[in-house]
């Protein structure tokens, strides 16, 4: 009985720590925002600058607007309001090592505490004309060097993101639950118009039923992660348009199935119908959005989340929150087909 069901046990055990990992675990120290966003050169220029789960306080910090790796600028003075809020003083040359009038710069902070946080394009400096001889002078070759790295379990900051990146565990995982599912349903389909037995056509609805459960959670939990990132619940993204018509493509063949009084022209139509919503979903989903300007990362030349976005850390929860919320559509699934199994008994009986 165990060995039947460890699988169940699996999905919550794996359920369980995505939501206290991915929830609990905190994000490395960044940069909120800085003040002015926008200068002139040749003046020195006051910043303000604010972190997040910082601890400037008692720290020797070190500051640089950084314009590539043989331009920097050193912040001096260095002044510390408190755990989160910086004050920076920068001397801008007036003239910079660019034939751009208008030249942006990541700001790096550098905390032997917190280690190297950073916010990339701080701010856009403005040149009213071009002297590249005098820049080289103004700006003499200089590297940033011994930089600190904090140790611990982190997920990164990201700065549009911030603590919505926990959102990946849910939303993401969610998607690959519903396609997983529709991919299970079209094997239950196939096998029916192959053997023409009436559990396969069962288990395939309830794997549509399920599988359509978990993509209405993912819009939803896309729509909250797009309010905090785009500015609005629904931006008539084109990857938000596409899921919402292979949403509406499913919820159709239950609209079909109720068309159909008998239960083996039913399964037939909803078998081959099934099929065909599923290579609908292929160009929807994965080949669409990918022709066309995004806001969703990996899409309209976005790139998705890698690298520092999905670091290592971040993938100890995301593959297992895969893998746990799969489970647990089987599961769903599993008792959606018991319930209809006993509903057509209980007919039967009557």
Known sequence: MIKKHFWKALAVLILLYTFIAGLLVP?????VEMDPRTVQSGRNISFKVKGYNTHYMNSDIRAWLKMDEDHVLAASPILIQNDRDLKLIFGIPPFLPTTDKTQNFTLIIDSPVDGVHLL?????????????????LQWPPERITDLHEKAGITFPFRNIL???????????????AMILL?????????????????QDDQRAASMI?????????????????AKNTWGAYWSGDIKQNMTAICLLIYLAYFVLRQAYEDPDHRARVSAVYALFAFFAMIPLLFVIPRLTDSLHPGN???????????????RLVFYPAVFGWFLMGLWIAQLNFRIERLRERRLEEE
């Not at 994000?27 to 940069?31: M, S």
């Not at 309209?300 to 971040?314: F, R």
């Open 27 to 31: 994000l490395k120290p960044g940069i």
């Open 120 to 136: 990339p394009n701080a701010v856009f400096v403005s040149q009213d004309s071009v002297n590249l001889a005098l820049a080289s």
């Open 162 to 176: 911030a603590e919505t990146i926990r959102n990946i565990y849910f939303h993401v995982p969610m998607w690959f």
């Open 182 to 198: 529709f991919l299970g349903a079209v094997i239950y389909s196939g096998r029916f118009l192959w053997k023409k037995n009436m």
């Open 209 to 225: 039923r399920t599988g359509v459960l978990f993509g209405i959670l993912g819009l939803l939990t896309g729509a909250v992660w």
């Open 300 to 314: 309209g030349g976005n790139p998705a989340l890698g690298g520092e976005d999905l670091d290592n850390t971040m």
